[in-house]
């Protein structure tokens, strides 16, 4: 990353950097001038033990971890730092292979060995940004041991602190949009914000006195410490949420199976799936609808005469809407819980990113809707075939 413009008046500006031992409680700081202060800094008792210790470059906004026997760098940026480099969505089988190619090459395919050798070099060189998501934290909690460790580090190495904002949260910035709010751009869905990628508020300012940027440094230097502690953490959570979203995904059962032996719910089916849509958006809707001023007889005129067509002209819904007709409509379909976190990542990774790897069910469902939904990313569901996509975005 490109040094940032520190003037003097900055508390950083003559610091080269800024070390901690997690073991000692000992921090080191180097001036520009190459004179070295140590302090002993008081750490919290209930911190993980994977990070071991951490060195900021505040002219990068850098940091370097030590963590279960790893180097690991993440950028932290400035409040201003938006994403401004071509994106690529990973599903968590593409991480997996690409922690695979980092360890052991040979364990997968020449043609795999060139993408993600080509997507290394690319995410050194700072010519792409692959992000993280909760999909791939949810995914990766439920794994144990040393094959933990190497994805997680391979995941945290190559991501560097960008998050794919929480999908819940998006899709409410979309539904805000549809009456009159600002539209999202690339920029709000893919982020170094800490814990964009959970769907929490953000908390207080950890330092208001020390100003804003100075304040939401800590905040991106706290957080960054903990996506590490949390992907590294080697104990295996198994469940995951795995039951709500298997109650997910039997919900939409009835209404798949009903569908082909009633020959009105046939000649309806649009509108059946249209409601059917509306109510998985729960309270969000609504609460759109309010904030915006519109009264509960314009939100029913709204729903009857412009909503199928408003979804339409949005990115993220429409893709969810037309692959949700399309599976309900499809009465072989098996849903099953692993589909949640497919059909919401995919969704709006392929309506706002550049290039997206995925599972095949939900790939080829949202190639299926591309003409029906706003322009958005390739979409792939094996590595060796994005390739030419990869080299395209990097030329």
């Given at each position: 990353m490109s040094d940032f413009e520190l003037t003097r008046a900055h508390p950083l500006s003559r610091l080269l950097s800024i070390a901690i031992d997690y073991q000692t409680g000992t921090a080191t700081f180097v001036r520009d001038d190459l004179m070295v202060a140590t302090a002993t800094v008081a750490l919290p008792t209930n911190r993980g033990a994977a990070v071991t210790?951490?060195?900021?470059?505040?002219?990068?906004?850098?940091?370097?971890?030590?963590?279960?026997?790893?180097?690991?760098?993440?950028?932290?940026?400035?409040?201003?730092?938006?994403?401004?480099?071509?994106?690529?969505?990973?599903?968590?089988?593409?991480?997996?292979?690409?922690?695979?190619?980092?360890?052991?090459?040979?364990?997968?395919?020449?043609?795999?060995?060139?993408?993600?050798?080509?997507?290394?070099?690319?995410?050194?060189?700072?010519q792409v940004i692959v992000p993280i998501s909760a999909a791939h934290l949810v995914e990766t909690s439920k794994r144990g041991g040393a094959s933990r460790l190497d994805l997680a580090a391979t995941m945290l190495r190559y991501s560097r602190g960008w998050q794919v904002r929480s999908v819940l949260a998006l899709r409410r910035a979309e539904l805000r949009a549809l009456f009159g709010g600002e539209p999202l751009v690339v920029s709000d869905v893919v982020t170094l914000a800490p814990q964009a990628a959970l769907d929490m508020e953000r908390p207080a300012p950890f330092a208001p006195e020390l100003g804003s940027e100075m304040s939401g440094l800590i905040e991106r230097q706290?957080?960054?410490?903990?996506?590490?502690?949390?992907?590294?953490?080697?104990?295996?959570?198994?469940?995951?949420?795995?039951?709500?979203?298997?109650?997910?995904?039997?919900?939409?059962?009835?209404?798949?199976?009903?569908?082909?032996?009633?020959?009105?719910?046939?000649?309806?089916?649009?509108?059946?799936?249209?409601?059917?849509?509306?109510?998985?958006?729960?309270?969000?809707?609504?609460?759109?609808?309010?904030?915006?001023?519109?009264?509960?007889?314009d939100f029913s005129r709204w729903l009857t005469e412009s909503a199928e067509r408003d979804i339409a002209a949005t990115p993220g819904l429409s893709r969810l809407r037309e692959t949700l007709h399309l599976r309900i409509a499809n009465a072989t379909e098996k849903w099953e819980a692993n589909d949640l976190n497919d059909w919401f990542y995919l969704s709006y990774s392929g309506a706002y990113l550049d290039l997206v790897l995925g599972e095949r069910k939900t790939i080829n469902y949202l190639?299926?809707?591309?003409?029906?939904?706003?322009?958005g990313a390739k979409l792939h569901y094996r590595a060796e075939d994005a390739l030419a996509d990869l080299q395209h975005l990097l030329a």
């Amino acid at each position: 990353m490109s040094d940032f413009e520190l003037t003097r008046a900055h508390p950083l500006s003559r610091l080269l950097s800024i070390a901690i031992d997690y073991q000692t409680g000992t921090a080191t700081f180097v001036r520009d001038d190459l004179m070295v202060a140590t302090a002993t800094v008081a750490l919290p008792t209930n911190r993980g033990a994977a990070v071991t210790s951490s060195t900021f470059f505040p002219k990068q906004s850098r940091i370097v971890f030590k963590a279960s026997g790893r180097t690991l760098t993440m950028n932290l940026g400035t409040l201003s730092t938006k994403c401004d480099a071509p994106t690529v969505y990973l599903d968590q089988r593409d991480w997996i292979h690409f922690a695979r190619w980092e360890k052991e090459p040979n364990r997968v395919t020449p043609a795999q060995r060139q993408f993600f050798g080509t997507l290394a070099t690319a995410v050194e060189s700072e010519q792409v940004i692959v992000p993280i998501s909760a999909a791939h934290l949810v995914e990766t909690s439920k794994r144990g041991g040393a094959s933990r460790l190497d994805l997680a580090a391979t995941m945290l190495r190559y991501s560097r602190g960008w998050q794919v904002r929480s999908v819940l949260a998006l899709r409410r910035a979309e539904l805000r949009a549809l009456f009159g709010g600002e539209p999202l751009v690339v920029s709000d869905v893919v982020t170094l914000a800490p814990q964009a990628a959970l769907d929490m508020e953000r908390p207080a300012p950890f330092a208001p006195e020390l100003g804003s940027e100075m304040s939401g440094l800590i905040e991106r230097q706290v957080w960054a410490a903990v996506l590490v502690e949390l992907l590294l953490d080697p104990v295996p959570t198994p469940n995951g949420g795995q039951d709500l979203a298997h109650q997910w995904s039997q919900s939409f059962l009835p209404l798949a199976t009903a569908i082909p032996g009633n020959a009105k719910a046939r000649a309806r089916i649009r509108d059946l799936t249209r409601v059917r849509f509306i109510s998985d958006l729960g309270h969000d809707l609504p609460a759109a609808a309010k904030e915006a001023g519109l009264t509960p007889g314009d939100f029913s005129r709204w729903l009857t005469e412009s909503a199928e067509r408003d979804i339409a002209a949005t990115p993220g819904l429409s893709r969810l809407r037309e692959t949700l007709h399309l599976r309900i409509a499809n009465a072989t379909e098996k849903w099953e819980a692993n589909d949640l976190n497919d059909w919401f990542y995919l969704s709006y990774s392929g309506a706002y990113l550049d290039l997206v790897l995925g599972e095949r069910k939900t790939i080829n469902y949202l190639r299926r809707v591309d003409p029906l939904v706003p322009s958005g990313a390739k979409l792939h569901y094996r590595a060796e075939d994005a390739l030419a996509d990869l080299q395209h975005l990097l030329a």
